[in-house]
């Protein structure tokens, strides 16, 4: 799929794993909207680069459907990623004190991490299937799930089920868009040092880095950007989930 001349959304964009997206897709002549909530970072992105900056809460309709729009009425909808992130509760399934996980915190973080990349998968395949076809394709989605949806550690339930239920469509989500010419694929990340954790990355990169097989440190953004680009360039990635981790597996905590 050739990514110059199409436009693509990246939800989350202006985010660690989003900012690198953005800047290759735009480097490789992509039409590019810059969908998430950090209206600072977007509109500073869209005055450097010359993209789009739109506000947008993954989790609501009309937010994904404005960005998308965006997107389609600068170039032919083609590419669709989505590396938002929000807040994630954590705890153990009991507690020391013997009380149960909250339900309030579960139900917050599926809603972000699971019904948020549904509904931006849904709306950009939606939107897709409107454009011409190109050689019987339209387009590709990138959903990101986690390692973690693997190998989720002590406290990280909720979060775990969400990327677990990211990596669980993503096939289906591939059999289901067939028929349109679109395009499923999910990223699956292992330890990424991104600049949202500012100084805290120097103590993540030390506790983290010497626990990766090869290369022993964290993951960097313009890696998950460049599989994103990879994918879009490859037509018969479909369907698959990709771990991106340096052979990095979650020991229980």
């Not at 964009?13 to 209206?39: F, Q, S, Y």
């Not at 032919?76 to 929000?86: A, E, I, K, N, W």
């Not at 973080?109 to 939107?127: E, H």
């Not at 454009?131 to 959903?143: A, C, F, L, T």
Request: overall charge negative.
């Amino acid at each position: 799929m050739q990514i110059s001349g199409s436009s693509a959304v990246v939800v989350g964009g202006a985010g660690g794993l989003g900012e690198a997206t953005v800047r290759r897709l735009h480097a490789a002549g992509a039409k590019v909207v810059v969908a998430d909530l950090a209206d600072e970072k977007g509109k500073a992105l869209e005055a450097e680069l010359g993209v789009r900056y739109v506000r947008t809460d993954a989790t609501e309709e009309a937010d994904v459907e404005a960005a998308l729009a965006a997107a389609a009425d600068a170039a032919p909808l083609r590419v669709s990623v989505d590396c938002h992130g929000g807040p994630a509760s954590g705890g153990r399934l009991v507690g020391k004190d013997g009380s149960p996980l909250d339900l309030a915190g579960f139900r917050t973080t599926i809603d972000v991490y699971l019904t948020g990349v549904f509904n931006v998968m849904r709306l950009a395949a939606a939107a897709m299937g409107r454009q011409e076809p190109v050689d019987g394709s339209r387009g590709v989605i990138v959903s990101t799930a986690s390692i973690a949806a693997y190998e989720g550690q002590i406290g990280q339930l909720p979060y775990a089920a969400a990327k677990g239920g990211v990596v669980g469509m993503t096939l289906v989500a591939a059999r289901d868009l067939s028929p349109l010419g679109i395009r499923v694929v999910t990223i699956a990340p292992g330890t990424f040092n991104t600049p949202a954790y500012g100084k805290a990355g120097d103590k993540l990169e030390a506790y983290w880095g010497p626990q990766v097989p090869h290369p022993r440190r964290m993951g960097q953004s313009p890696e998950y950007a460049a599989l994103v680009e990879h994918i879009c360039e490859n037509d018969y990635l479909n369907g698959e989930v990709i771990r991106l981790d340096g052979a990095l597996r979650f020991p229980p905590k």
